[in-house]
């Protein structure tokens, strides 16, 4: 059964989510890659604000192709989670709650949704055309340098995503891949 | 002796990155449809769901099937009675993947230097093999390859004596840590033999035949068809959130190699394998 959720993801509404969990999402998310964290970061390192209030907030991890004439956006599915691993636990620390991408997360990244009840959500990697048709709204925020990795503040209606990891670490990867293998014995 | 203008080459290849990334081939989309049927997971039929929605939307608005519009890998196999003129035959294909990644409003994912990075912003340069063939044409692929997968390829430098157990087991246990990352259900390309540098290239030449083809060796497609079967009881399944489809298929390049070694590569890319050929 899907269940529609509307952001901001606020603790309590994060802490409904669980591993497995068919979503529709419905609300503003920001995006960025591995640069755009890299420069969100050093910001926090210098005690200065991120381009955007973090609180409550999720962050999709996109480069987009760019919009062609009448699109709000290129087609724009997630990138590899993994590469913002980094950087991502500083983000949570600030605030930062949902994260949609695809791929495998380091423990010290599940360790820090467990203390801040983050949520990592799936999108389906290389559906850029149809996870494009959810984005209603999109405009430029900050680091317009870095061209497809620039930070973006987007509007979204019915993004079909799928809860990977949950609040208290459940781990859908580990689990469907277990039933999955189960039901064949 | 037939002359043909390098301009030519820069027309195709423009094209050939559009196309390629608007529409899968034919064979990968079967494939994708194929396994849908199999499968009896509702997560996993939910996803197999949206990526065939997702290449039909595609098809219909003419838009990229993924954001990642690839490194272009561009194959050229030359007859060697073609004279090419009216300029550099590297520059006409740079300035091919220029104009079509702008044209087609693709994303631009290059960096100038691995280390210090920063975008060249036309997606130059293209990533170019050229190979002398007999005859008088000029056959031109192009293959965008996304790097999500790209990432999680590997190559082994065997001893003969790790014999094809040593191949196999080298397979699962690439597929097995590449895991969701590069966007399953994922399709292996493999290139066994040549020197550490050939290994690879066969691995990437896999990818770029079509998944209802097979080794002409009947050794080596049965080792396709047994790979397959062996990456779909991993359980991985679509997304890796669970179930049968992992792989869509698995592709084999072969050549001779040395007395004292045997080289492997296992190349993945995901479900959205593209690649277009076009003959002058």
Not at chain 1, 172 to 181: F, I, K, N, Q, S
Not at chain 2, 155 to 163: D, T, V
Request: charged fraction near 25%; glycine fraction near 10%; aromatic fraction near 6%.
């Amino acid at each position: 059964m899907v269940r529609r959720i509307t952001l901001p993801l606020t603790k309590e509404l994060a802490e409904t989510l669980h591993a497995g969990d068919t979503i529709c999402l419905t609300g503003t998310i920001y995006t960025s890659r591995d640069a755009g964290h890299k420069r969100m970061c050093e910001a926090l390192n210098r005690g200065e604000a991120l381009p955007f209030n973090p609180e409550d907030a999720t962050i999709y991890y996109v480069g987009p192709t760019p919009a062609k004439p009448g699109q709000v956006i290129g087609s724009a599915g997630p990138t590899t989670s993994g590469r913002m691993d980094a950087y991502a636990p500083a983000l949570m620390s600030a605030g930062v709650r949902g994260m949609i991408g695809k791929g495998a997360r380091l423990p010290e990244v599940v360790e820090a949704m467990k203390t801040y009840s983050g949520v990592y959500f799936g999108a389906i990697g290389g559906a850029g055309a149809l996870l494009a048709k959810c984005i209603r709204k999109s405009e430029l925020i900050a680091y317009e340098d870095l061209g497809a990795e620039a930070l973006r503040k987007l509007y979204v209606e019915d993004m079909p995503l799928v809860v990977i990891i949950d609040s208290k670490g459940r781990n859908l990867y580990e689990e469907g891949r277990a039933a999955y293998l189960a039901s064949k014995k | 002796m037939r002359e043909i203008e390098v301009r030519r080459i820069t027309e195709v290849v423009e094209r050939l990155c559009i196309e390629a990334n608007e529409h899968l081939p034919e064979d990968v989309k079967c494939a994708l449809r194929d396994c849908r049927v199999q499968e009896d997971g509702e997560i996993a039929r939910g996803v197999l769901d949206n990526i065939i929605e997702n290449f039909e939307i595609a098809d219909r608005e003419q838009v990229p099937v993924c954001q990642d519009t690839g490194m272009a890998c561009v194959f050229l196999e030359i007859g060697q009675e073609v004279h090419l003129t009216g300029g550099t035959l590297t520059e006409a294909v740079d300035e091919g993947v220029r104009r079509g990644y702008e044209k087609g409003y693709l994303r631009k994912s290059v960096v100038m230097d691995p280390v210090r990075r920063g975008n060249t912003g036309d997606n130059t340069p293209a990533v170019l093999y050229t190979e002398i063939v007999p005859g008088e044409h000029v056959t031109i692929t192009v293959g965008p390859k996304g790097f999500g997968s790209e990432n999680m390829s590997a190559l082994r430098m065997f001893k003969p004596s790790a014999g094809l157990q040593g191949i196999k087991d080298f397979i699962l246990e690439t597929v097995e840590a590449a895991g969701p990352n590069p966007c399953p259900p994922m399709v292996v390309g493999v290139g066994i033999g040549g020197t550490f540098d050939k290994a690879a290239l066969l691995a990437k030449k896999a990818l770029m035949r079509p998944l209802d083809s097979s080794h002409p060796d009947p050794f080596y497609a049965d080792l396709e068809r047994e790979m397959l079967q062996k990456i779909n009881e991993l359980g991985i399944g679509p997304q890796g959130f669970g179930g049968r489809t992992t792989a869509l298929g698995v592709n084999i390049e072969t050549m001779p190699t040395h007395i004292a070694g045997m080289p492997c590569a296992v190349n993945i890319s995901c479900h959205v394998t593209r690649h277009k050929t076009e003959v002058i």
